[in-house]
């Protein structure tokens, strides 16, 4: 255990909210690695992606106040909770976290959560950044099989740092032990059947969000896709910078003029 004026500080948030067992799970784990900073949304804000809150005044809550860590909860959104945190901290955490969520943010998930927009935001403010998701929306899903590789690539990260704009995307199946950690790409694949049309008792249709996930390439053993059915835990670098490097040219060649 390191010395306590010596440690790191980290800031943790995520998008099931501050009650959620997967960010409870997360703060004991790494209690003794790092001072924690929490601050997570007052529910759930699954696929709120990089929202922010615009529309109202956001207030934080102190919940917690121990030596060590200090837990909030926030009425915004899990990029709010980032934002907030930072601003009230008056100084930069070592370290940015997300998680761990309660389902998987492989794949193009990633650009539906909430819990990798907690890691997209400290990303973008220069800070080396890791979201961790578990593969089960269960409540009381089963982290413990995750948690040393948690706190394992924490440590490393930590201890070598990540290139600026450079995040990680690390996703583990629902498995009670793993055959290990692959570095993969994101899969290419895309959700159909995303709605469930109903008929409300008193007339009229509403409908809920659903779907099913298809992926391009299932076979392709160097996706996060493949690693995490076949019992691996998946870390995927991302990027903030969506520039699309290799169309430039062809795009610099289009009539464009007026």
Known sequence: MMERKNRPLILISNDD?????????????????????????????SGAACAITSEYPVRPTLLV??????IYRCNGMP??????????????????IGGINHGDNSSVNVHYSGTMGVVLEGCIKGIPSIGFSLCDHAADADFQPMLPFVRRIVVETLEKGLPRGVCLN???????SYQGVRVCRQAKGDWSNEWECCQHPRGGEYYWLTGRYDTEEPQSEDTDYWALKHGFIAITPIQVDMTAYSVMDELNNWNLDI
């Open 65 to 70: 106040e121990e030596e060590g860590l200090k």
């Open 17 to 45: 909210g501050v009650n959620a067992k997967g960010i409870r799970e997360l703060i004991e784990t790494l209690r003794d690695v790092a001072e924690l900073v929490v601050m997570a949304p007052d529910g759930p804000r």
């Open 79 to 96: 990029v709010d909770c980032v934002k907030l945190a930072m601003y009230m901290l008056g100084k930069r955490p070592d370290l940015v």
């Open 170 to 176: 690390v996703n583990a199946p629902s498995a009670k």
